[in-house]
C-alpha cells in the first residue's frame, strides 16, 4: 500500500501531514475528546462546534456510511454531544456500540461497588469523577500532584475487582471491562458490509489510541495522530481544528466552528 504502516514510538512529531481523505475509498474512525474537540479542563466543560453533527452525518453520507465515531465516553453521552448524527458510534473504548452489536456484553459484577469505591476516592481528594456505562474514571486535571497517587489507587482497585482493568488517559485514570478496546472495537467494526472493500483510517490523539492507530496501518491503511507525544501513526495533524478542516476538505466545503 502507499501508505507507511506503523512507525517507531520515535517518529518525529513533525511526521508528514495526511494525504487528502477520499470518500470513494476510505473508511474513517474518529476518536472524539482531542481529536474532533478540543480538551476542555473538564470533560463537561468541551464546546462543540455547532455544526459538527451534521458535518459528520454529511461526510457519513459521502463515505456511503463508512464512518464511526469511536470514543471513551459512554454512548449516551457522546450520542448528547452530536445530535442529528445517527451513524456509527462506539463508546467506553468499545464496550458500546451504535448500529452494531458491542464486542463486549454485560459488565463484569462489580461495576457498583467499584463506582462507589472511585466516587469515594475522588470525593475525598478533590478529584473529578466521571461515572461510566461500564466503569468510572478519575480526572486529576485540576489537581496534577495527584497522579501517582490515582495510579495507585486505581492499580489497586483493579487488583481487587476481577474482570476490570486500569485504563491511563489524559490526566486521568479509568476503570474499564478488562479485554476492551478501541482496536478491539474496529476489529468488530470492520466486519460490517459497509466497510468492505474500503481503506481504514483511524484519527486519535491520546494513549488509549495507539493500538487502534496501529491497527489501522496493518490493515492496509493509515493512522493519524492528533498533537504531540509518541507515536506509531504515520501521519499527524496538529489540533482538532486541523482535524475538521481536513475531513472538510474531502467534502470540497468549509466547515464552522
Ligand atoms: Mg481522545
Not at 475509498?25 to 451534521?54: K, N, Q, S, W, Y
Not at 454485560?106 to 476516592?121: E, I, R, T, W
Amino acid at each position: 500500500m502507499p501508505y507507511p504502516n506503523a512507525m517507531p514510538s520515535t517518529y518525529p512529531s513533525e511526521a508528514s501531514a495526511p494525504p487528502p481523505l477520499d470518500c470513494a475509498r476510505h473508511a474513517v474512525f474518529l476518536d472524539f475528546d482531542g481529536t474532533l474537540v478540543e480538551i476542555a479542563p473538564r470533560p463537561d466543560a468541551i464546546l462543540v462546534p455547532t455544526d459538527l453533527p451534521a458535518r459528520l452525518a454529511a461526510l457519513s453520507d459521502a463515505c456511503a456510511g463508512a464512518l464511526a465515531v469511536v470514543s471513551g465516553r459512554s454512548l449516551p453521552e457522546l450520542a448528547g454531544y452530536l445530535p442529528g448524527f445517527a451513524g456509527l458510534m462506539v463508546g467506553s473504548h468499545g464496550a458500546e456500540a451504535r448500529g452494531m452489536a458491542p464486542p463486549l456484553g454485560d459488565s463484569p459484577s462489580g461495576l457498583a461497588m467499584l463506582q462507589n469505591d472511585l466516587a469515594a476516592f475522588a470525593a475525598s481528594k478533590g478529584l473529578l469523577y466521571e461515572e461510566k456505562t461500564h466503569g468510572g474514571a478519575l480526572h486529576y486535571r485540576q489537581r496534577p500532584e495527584a497522579a501517582d497517587e490515582v495510579a495507585a489507587f486505581a492499580a489497586d482497585l483493579a487488583a481487587q475487582t476481577p474482570g476490570f482493568a486500569v485504563q491511563p488517559a489524559k490526566m486521568a485514570m479509568e476503570l474499564r471491562p478488562a479485554g476492551v478496546s478501541k482496536d478491539r472495537a474496529l476489529s468488530a467494526l470492520w466486519a460490517l458490509p459497509v466497510f468492505a472493500g474500503r481503506i481504514p483510517v483511524f484519527l486519535g490523539d491520546d494513549t488509549t489510541d495507539e493500538p487502534a492507530l496501529d491497527w489501522a496501518g496493518t490493515q492496509g491503511g493509515f493512522g493519524i495522530k492528533i498533537g504531540t507525544g509518541d507515536s506509531c501513526a504515520g501521519y499527524r495533524l496538529p489540533d482538532p481544528e486541523a482535524v475538521r478542516d481536513w475531513l472538510a476538505a474531502a467534502q470540497g466545503v468549509s466547515w464552522g466552528v
